[in-house]
């Protein structure tokens, strides 16, 4: 499955754990910053989803998860003006 949310490419691509009979939820998202290409792989528990559909949905909404977060990560809350130095 691949999603574009907030201009990040999410492609997910779960994985059977033979062990546990279960599919494991990988997600990699990727995007460009300042021309270079960024990618980061994301990976869900091991033992949980006994259907791919429910893996892929983990997958997504755990993509979407981090890029809310990373996002936030960029911006600092603004100065307390009245602790500016004048």
């Known amino acids: 499955m691949e999603e574009i949310y907030k ?3 999410i ?7 033979l062990d546990a009979d279960c599919w494991i939820p990988y997600a990699d998202v ?5 021309g270079i290409k ?3 792989l ?5 033992d949980r989803f006994k259907l791919i ?6 997958a997504v909404e755990m993509a ?4 809310d977060a990373e996002l936030m990560g960029r911006f600092h ?3 307390d003006p009245d602790k500016l130095d004048m």
């Open 7 to 9: 201009a990040r490419h």
């Open 11 to 17: 492609r997910t691509m779960p994985r059977l754990n």
């Open 30 to 34: 990727s995007w460009e910053e300042e």
């Open 38 to 40: 960024r990618i980061q």
């Open 42 to 46: 994301l990976v869900g528990p091991s």
């Open 53 to 58: 559909d429910q893996a892929e949905v983990y």
């Open 64 to 67: 979407m998860a981090w890029i």
């Open 77 to 79: 809350p603004l100065r």
